[in-house]
């Protein structure tokens, strides 16, 4: 099945405290770009990456980190997560061009930091 | 100003009834509109796209994009609960972005 997957689906943490969100996509898509989401805020993105080796930022980036070293996978890292990181977050991969290529969401990663 | 604005709703319709789903963007440098729906504690997923101005129509749905207005529409005819969900609009920008509104909450009640 073609999937975006994201793990950990909930995570609860401390201010302060290093991690990770995993995304993986078995679509052989070039593109892939990371979102949160927040009440009356809608959809924003964090950083993406048009292919291996090849990261941007997006619109909020402050307080995030991406890599990606194979085409599958897009991490991202909050060093030092705080308050207002708390969020649902998104990770979305699509084929690159001009034509109609819509993004596939994975299931979101609802992040709580205390 | 946002680039594209969306009415967070909720609206609230019978079961049935014709919905009606709008957006306004505000730059007219972009050819590609999408409308995404996304159900409680899901992934946004791909609903319906259109190309530059016209309708598209896809069995209950049709999608609706006026340039001269900046306008994108979603209509949904003989709506059913099952389409209780946040509709998000969106246009694709450079480098294969896509700028979302902030999504309208749509209940259809049986």
């Known amino acids: 099945e073609a999937q975006v997957t994201q793990n950990p689906r909930y995570l609860i943490t401390v201010t302060g405290k290093k991690l990770t969100v995993t995304c993986s996509q078995n679509?052989?898509?070039?593109?892939m770009s990371w979102y949160r989401q927040d009440p009356g805020l809608g959809l924003r993105q964090i950083y993406y990456s048009m292919n291996v080796e090849v990261t941007d930022k997006g619109d909020v980036p402050e307080g995030y980190k991406v890599s990606r070293k194979e085409k599958r996978n897009f991490p991202l890292i909050l060093e030092s997560p705080s308050p207002n990181q708390t969020s649902l977050y998104f990770c979305?991969?699509?084929?690159?061009?001009?034509?109609?290529?819509?993004?596939?969401f994975g299931s979101g990663t609802r992040l709580t930091v205390v | 100003q946002k680039e594209v604005e969306q009415d967070p709703g909720p609206l609230s319709v019978p079961e049935g009834a014709i919905v009606s789903l709008n957006c306004t963007y505000s730059n007219s440098a972009f050819q590609y509109f999408m409308w995404y729906r996304q159900y409680s504690r899901k992934g946004p997923e791909l609903l319906m796209y259109t190309y530059s101005s016209g309708n598209k129509e896809d069995g209950r749905f049709t999608a609706q994009v006026d340039k001269s207005s900046k306008y994108i529409s979603l209509f949904i005819r003989d709506s059913q609960p099952s389409d209780s969900a946040t509709y998000l609009c969106a246009k694709k920008g450079g480098f294969q972005k896509l700028v979302f509104g902030t999504g309208t909450r749509l209940l259809v009640s049986p």
């Open positions: 679509m052989n898509h070039e593109y």
């Open positions: 979305a991969s699509s084929f690159t061009g001009e034509a109609n290529y819509g993004y596939t």
